[in-house]
């Protein structure tokens, strides 16, 4: 049986701060995509597990990101009986933008087991 969900916090490229919830034993990292003023891409790491599993994860994985100041907030469930998924990709764009610079990706990455 997988642990409970653990809240952590990270700060994309732009200085906007996002709220997390996670389950410890299967999620490993986010990464947060955004185009830049100027039509670059950058890619960051947004949070970081900082705990070891202690388990293998759970057949079905929720993770929730929220950011306040953007007016984002969304909650992806896996159900994974296998455990074979490495990575989901959501894509978003931010309520109220326009063009490319609204559009927001995330990368969760999990651990297998």
Known sequence: MARHNRDGHGTDQRGFEYDISYQPDSLRMIKVTRT????????????????????????????????????????????DSKRTITRVVVETVVPGSTGEEGRVAFLLSHRTG
Do not use: C, Y
């Open 36 to 79: 830049l003023p100027g039509g670059r891409q950058s890619t960051k790491t947004l949070f970081r597990n900082p705990e070891p599993p202690l388990r293998p994860p759970g057949r079905r994985v929720r993770t929730r990101i929220r950011s306040r100041s953007q007016s984002l907030d969304f909650e992806v469930t896996i159900t």
